[in-house]
């Protein structure tokens, strides 16, 4: 008996601390380093301008702030993952459109004939 409740004991002591981990979102975190390598590129290729890119930026980490909310209580329900996801394509669209607009950032040498 003593040896049972010893091998019960080792389980539940090894099992424990994979329930205390915090819950992961890895396929939203993998989107959010493509949404900001994607702003970056823009601001680079001069597809974005300073407003633009700023704009898109405060919107990322609000989405990132929202992730955190839903991490806080150590677990991301069903229905908080669908509205982070919501949030994040609404993010990643808006970023598509304001790559493709006819706004585009000063060049250099644009600038300096102004």
Do not use: C, W
């Amino acid at each position: 008996m003593l040896k049972k409740f010893a091998a019960a004991a080792l389980v539940l002591s090894l099992a424990a601390p994979a329930f205390a981990q915090t819950p992961a979102t890895p396929g939203l975190d993998k989107r959010e380093a493509n949404m900001e390598k994607r702003i970056e590129q823009g601001k680079a290729s001069g597809a974005l301008n300073e407003k633009e890119a700023a704009r898109l930026e405060k919107r990322k980490a609000k989405l990132e702030k929202a992730e955190d909310r839903a991490k806080a209580d150590g677990q991301v329900t069903a229905q908080e993952r669908n509205h982070l996801d919501k949030k994040a394509d609404k993010l990643s669209k808006d970023i598509y459109r304001q790559k493709h607009d006819k706004q585009t950032a000063a060049t250099a040498a644009e600038a300096a004939k102004q």
